[in-house]
């Protein structure tokens, strides 16, 4: 029989990361996470992660630097991150995103 659980989360009650990441609802093979209110002059170190990642950019600006590739996302623009892709971001103007991750990045310590 297939899963057929319907999930809400209320995301003033989500948990948060240690990277400034509140996680939204998660599944068996994808999740979503919001970073809220980032704020210029924060630069995401560069990391490869055990995951891809497509995000959705609500407000600001950023960089997002990948394998030597740089491309400025801005409100209304989407970006996948490939698995295991070296990357980073630099956060521009106050900046506000989703991103959805597969498989989910907090399982098993992916995200740290």
Known sequence: MADSTIKKIDSD???????GQKYL???KLMSMRLWEDLQPGQQKEPSAREYETVGYAIKGRAQLDIEGQSV???AGD???VPKGSRHSF????PFTAVEATSPPA???GRDE
């Open 78 to 80: 989407s970006w996948v």
């Open 25 to 27: 609802v998660s599944g």
């Open 106 to 108: 907090q399982v098993h």
């Open 90 to 93: 630099t956060i521009l103007e």
């Open 13 to 19: 009650h989500s948990p948060s990361g240690s990277m």
């Open 72 to 74: 400025l996302l801005g």
